[in-house]
């Protein structure tokens, strides 16, 4: 069985681009499954109860987290949609969740991609699991079990790069209603945000080198939805 490559590598930080500009309360779930080694193993409820949304130009970033304390000890699920305009033409529609294009680990060669995902989506588990501080990544392939669950047993299936997977399974997101983007929006209904998801989480390290083999391990599967209005507030500070 090939080793799969490990080695650290800059991913996008959706969970530390997030520091909320509105103080405003929504509603919202995320529910399902977590497998992360020396942290979380089973069921899993964020239960948020902190919903902060960050504009800037055509792109906005989303916060759907427990408790309103920094990202950095908390849990929560970060999201960024990058092209406010594309996602705002295709309301009521699923959208395919990825990471950028341009986020690949060393020996990845970057690729062109025809229709690249403009929405990414991250799980931080800051409170529950540190040490460790993971972080899992939606991706629009993740291998997992015929039944679309996620163990221990698709985690050895994905890591024997020499093997085909035979279950892979997409993330998508699906918007009824974004944010314009203004903050100075006077319409509510301009700044209402409303989705739904369904995501597979992965450790994007976990990759075959080269690229080759299957699509790394399901390490998370949650759905969920979020709804909230922008409301503008004092941006969040790290130090009095």
């Not at 964020?46 to 130009?57: I, K, M, V, W, Y």
């Not at 799980?123 to 221990?152: F, I, K, M, W």
């Not at 993330?171 to 998801?197: C, M, V, W, Y």
């Amino acid at each position: 069985m090939k080793k799969r490559f490990r080695s650290l590598f800059l991913v996008l930080p959706l969970a530390t681009i997030v520091a909320s500009c509105t103080v405003g309360g929504g509603q919202g779930s995320v529910t399902g499954t977590l497998n992360v080694a020396n942290c979380w193993s089973g069921k899993f409820d964020l239960q948020p109860d902190f919903f902060g949304a960050t504009p800037f130009h055509d792109q906005v970033a989303f916060r759907v987290q427990r408790g309103s304390d920094l990202e950095n000890f908390s849990d929560g699920l970060s999201i960024l949609v990058s092209d406010g305009t594309a996602v705002r033409s295709k309301l009521g529609q699923p959208l395919t969740v990825d990471l950028p294009p341009e986020v690949s680990p060393p020996g990845i060669p970057v690729k062109p991609q025809k229709d690249p995902s403009v929405v990414q989506v991250a799980l931080y588990l800051q409170r529950s699991c540190r040490p460790e501080t993971p972080a899992l990544y939606a991706v629009a392939q993740a291998t997992t079990n015929g039944d679309g669950s996620c163990d221990d047993t698709t985690v050895k299936a994905a890591l024997d790069c020499s093997a085909t997977a035979t279950t892979v399974r997409p993330s998508t997101i699906t918007f009824q209603h974004l944010f314009n983007g203004n903050p100075e929006e006077p319409d509510a209904d301009k700044r209402l945000s409303e989705a739904t998801f369904d995501v597979y989480l992965v450790d994007p390290r976990e990759v075959c080198p080269g690229g080759l083999g299957p699509p790394p391990p399901c390490r998370g599967h949650v759905q969920g939805s979020f709804r909230f209005y922008f409301e503008r507030g004092r941006p969040a500070q790290a130090f009095p």
